[in-house]
């Protein structure tokens, strides 16, 4: 028997499968998606198991035997295994590398496994041939250490026993976080004794008699506690149990727990809400689209405010009553415990929820919870695309147009694809939704590849906000310096006055707050990359923020001995000074890297302003989403076109959703809604589009500069990336590939390149990239491949390295 194994090896020339011999005591329980140490040249490395074969066309004298196993069930399911491959192929990835990021990280590392019998199970239905290995308990702790001492015959004899589902096998991955343990008490007797034991009680142990009394009145009720449940129902402490152990009356035991991230808090079961005509006339299709099981991408565009939640809810009940699973996605600044409360109280304990703020072992915990079949839901980021749910009824991916969906990392794949892909699979539908929806998708819906789904009310039609756009070109010709047009100033002064809340915007792109010398012009670099160092008030050092690089800030200007260096630009603390002048009184809640980086900051931030507990919420692209509090009636932008000017085709088309997203934050219920926009460029049609709430228009005008561009959704694009640390081969060799494209590719695609990068130099390593931009290429891919075969080959004597990224969303 051959395995074919994908090492753990990331670089081109192993991105193959090698033959593998399967040891005899293996052969039971090897299958596709089983992850195996393997002999590699000297090493022994880590690798998946991809494909079974009954012989090799190598020489078999010279295949290796694999070592061990590292799984003994497949953390990927079959449908994953296959996915890797497309994903991988449409990515121009290393097989391995999705592979991984298919699985949570605290299970890429090596682990052991508990064994058990099947609960289900009788004493006399155990097969006779296990019994000797579970002497004593119906457990096996270890299977590193038992297998160790078992010999051949055995090893395969519990190995059949596993894979017919006699014998449990539990994965212990140890992860950076301790496992949290619970103290289980268990009544050992009966009722009888029980009372007995009051009989023998001395009358002064009163907390004794009291804690026995207890059991005896719920004896029908429970005979397991958990400890600090008991302690508080029976109202006595510790000691008193641990005097009834000592009688060996209970025992106490310590069982490990599930990190529930949400471990504590009661969810109020929420009921399907009537829907508004709009939204019932969005969900039919879908519903037929689940009953008929049919896979389709639905896009609903839904204004902000239009219920596209209740929509998503609705359509998942469906999909659970027919037994089957749900994945929502959700960008991860949305992610927030708002978010997650809808639809843990729609469906309770059934929802897992993947988020980037867990801990690996939280974050494992949830995963396998899906792999088990134990929740039917799963909410999260992006990579909770890759769930590894076996019966998928529908996959939601909601504000759709968010780039966060794409992994600028390898893998580069986008998880719409994915999706698509999955839904093709189980034959499940697709909703993409958003307010705004990306040119691409709205594109294809138009041409009828998606389904089309409107809602243009919002809920209970409360009205769209009133949005103005301040001109403050104006506001500085008539007097005013001050970051905060009039209008703004009023606004805010009114929402005091009436005990409303304000959010207040600071698009942070293109404003990041940095250091310059005021007589020379020096502005401080990083040593490493060709970028600015960014001010950071809270420790006073200056960062990189593409390297992590840190400084002190310097008091003389290195540049002229000047010392009227001085900090610029408009960050969110600047803001946040600037107001108190104007407001002294006013509270501020200000929401931004450096006052979330803590775990949990995020949340109690907004559960502050949601409690009123901030007269404004200040902050930049992390506010933008999710939030849903009544009590918000003014948004005001503060550089709406901050965006605007960067060096991408998309930052027109990132304007509008930014601004309409930001503006949805205001009078979603009953208080009417005013927002403030305030900009340089007035009569930009992505701001002027904001106003009239207008996507068809905006849209229409996008796709126009788009088209004349030669732009998506019109071309397709690819960017690749060359960089190393020595500029002439990064050069030549972007010169190089930039030339066999030309060669290679059809006459209607374009090559451009040579160029240098954005940013020229990350991390000492020089960066070039050349550009494709086609409609058809059938020779794409393998073109490509090419590329990657020719010259990346040269990485292992140089530090040169080649990035595919095919559909970028960083034009940088
Ligand atoms: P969107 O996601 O489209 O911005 P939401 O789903 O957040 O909108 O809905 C906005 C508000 O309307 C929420 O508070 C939600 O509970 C409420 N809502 C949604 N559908 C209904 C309905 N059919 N009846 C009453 N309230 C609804
Ligand atoms: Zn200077
Ligand atoms: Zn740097």
Redesign the pocket.
């Known amino acids: 028997m051959i395995a074919k194994v994908i090492v753990d090896v990331a670089v081109n020339q192993t991105d193959r499968m090698f033959d593998y011999l399967v040891p005899p005591e293996f052969e039971q329980t090897i299958v596709p998606g089983i992850r195996v140490n393997v002999p590699f040249g000297p090493r022994k490395v880590q690798g998946f198991v991809i494909a079974i074969a009954e012989d090799s066309e190598y020489d078999s004298s010279k295949i290796k035997p694999l070592a061990e196993l590292v799984d003994l069930k497949p953390p990927l399911t079959e449908e994953l295994l296959a996915l890797s491959t497309w994903v991988k192929d449409n990515t121009l990835s290393f097989h391995v590398t999705v592979l991984k990021t298919m699985l949570p990280a605290a299970m890429r590392a090596k682990y052991d496994k508990r064994l058990s019998i099947h609960e289900s199970l009788d004493e006399g239905e155990v097969p006779e041939s296990i019994q000797p290995f579970f002497p004593e308990t119906n457990e096996i702790e270890s299977w590193e250490k038992w297998s160790k001492d078992a010999s051949e015959l055995d090893k395969k004899v519990m190995m059949t026993a596993i894979k017919e589902e006699v014998v449990l096998v539990t994965p212990l991955v140890k992860t950076s976080d301790s496992v949290k343990k619970q103290q289980i008490v268990n009544l050992m007797v009966s009722k009888k004794d029980l009372e007995k034991a009051i009989e023998s009680t001395p009358s002064r142990a009163i907390k004794q008699v009291k804690l026995l009394e207890f059991f005896i009145s719920h004896f029908e009720d429970e005979s397991e506690y958990t400890l600090t449940a008991l302690l508080e129902k029976a109202d006595v402490s510790r000691d008193t149990v641990q005097s009834l152990r000592k009688k060996n009356l209970v025992s106490i035991e310590e069982k490990a727990i599930a990190r529930d991230p949400y471990e504590g808090r009661t969810f109020v079961k929420s009921e399907p809400?009537?829907?508004?005509e709009e939204?019932q006339t969005a969900l039919d299709p879908i519903l037929d689209s689940i009953h008929q099981e049919n896979h389709q991408t639905f896009l609903l565009r839904?204004?902000?405010?239009?219920?596209?939640?209740?929509?998503y809810l609705q359509a998942i009940d469906q999909v659970l009553k027919k037994g089957k699973e749900a994945i929502v996605l959700v960008p991860e600044i949305s992610l927030t415990p708002q978010m997650v409360t809808?639809f843990k109280e729609r469906f309770g304990s059934r929802v897992a929820v993947l988020h980037s703020a867990l801990s690996k072992g939280e974050k494992y915990d949830e995963w396998q919870k899906i792999r088990e079949g134990k929740v039917d839901v799963a909410v999260g980021a992006r990579s909770a695309i890759f769930a590894p749910f076996e019966k998928l009824g529908i996959i939601i991916i909601?504000e759709e147009h968010e780039t966060s969906y794409k992994q600028e990392e390898s893998p580069r794949y986008h998880a719409r694809q994915v999706a698509i892909k999955r839904g093709e699979y189980y034959k499940a539908p697709i909703i993409l939704?958003s307010?705004t929806p990306s040119l691409e998708s709205y594109a294809r819906a138009k041409k009828g590849v998606y389904t089309l789904l409107t809602?243009e009310n919002?809920?209970?039609h409360v009205k769209m906000p009133e949005v103005s756009i301040i001109d403050m070109r104006e506001e500085l010709r008539s007097g005013n310096r001050s970051m905060f047009s009039e209008s703004l100033v009023k606004g805010i002064s009114d929402r005091l006055e009436k005990r409303e809340q304000t959010v207040l915007f600071l698009n942070r792109r293109g404003y990041s707050s940095f250091i310059m010398c005021r007589d020379c012009g020096y502005v401080p670099q990083c040593d490493h990359c060709d970028i600015s160092l960014t001010y950071h008030r809270t420790n006073q050092s200056l960062q990189c923020h593409y390297c992590g690089h840190s400084e002190t800030i310097p008091s003389i200007c290195p540049e002229c001995q000047s010392d009227s260096i001085r900090f610029f630009g408009t960050g969110t603390q600047k803001v946040e000074e600037e107001l108190l002048k104007v407001f002294p009184e006013i509270r501020i809640i200000r929401m931004d890297v450096d006052t979330t980086r803590r775990k949990g900051s995020h949340e109690k931030l907004l559960r502050q302003f949601g409690e009123g507990k901030g007269d404004v919420l200040l902050g930049t692209q992390m506010i933008a989403k999710g939030l849903?509090f009544p009590n918000i009636t003014l948004v005001g932008v503060l550089a709406a076109d901050s965006m605007l000017h960067l060096p991408d085709f998309r930052s027109g088309e990132r304007t509008f959703q930014l601004l309409t997203q930001v503006s949805?934050r205001a009078g979603?219920?009953l208080k009417p809604g005013e927002v403030v926009v305030q900009t340089y460029t007035p009569d930009h049609y992505s701001i002027e589009d904001v106003k009239s709430h207008n996507y068809l228009s905006f849209f229409e005008k996008e796709m126009g500069i788009r088209k004349q561009g030669g732009y998506p959704p019109y071309y397709f694009l690819v960017i690749i990336h060359v960089s190393s640390e020595q500029l002439d081969q990064v050069v030549s060799v972007t010169e190089k590939i930039t030339h066999f494209l030309q060669r290679e590719l059809s006459d209607q695609t374009f090559v451009y390149g040579p160029v240098a990068s954005t940013i020229p130099r990350i991390k000492d390593r020089y960066r070039y990239q050349c550009m494709i931009k086609y409609k058809v290429e059938p020779k794409l891919t393998n073109t490509l491949q090419e590329v990657i075969k020719t010259y990346q080959s040269e990485t292992t004597r140089s530090s040169l390295a080649i990035h595919m990224d095919m559909n970028p969303y960083m034009m940088l």
């Not at 809400?273 to 508004?276: D, G, I, N, V």
């Not at 839904?302 to 939640?309: A, D, L, Q």
């Open positions: 809400l009537p829907l508004m939204q839904g204004v902000t405010g239009s219920g596209k939640t209740e929509v809808r909601d939704g307010a809602m919002r809920v209970n849903d949805g979603r219920h």
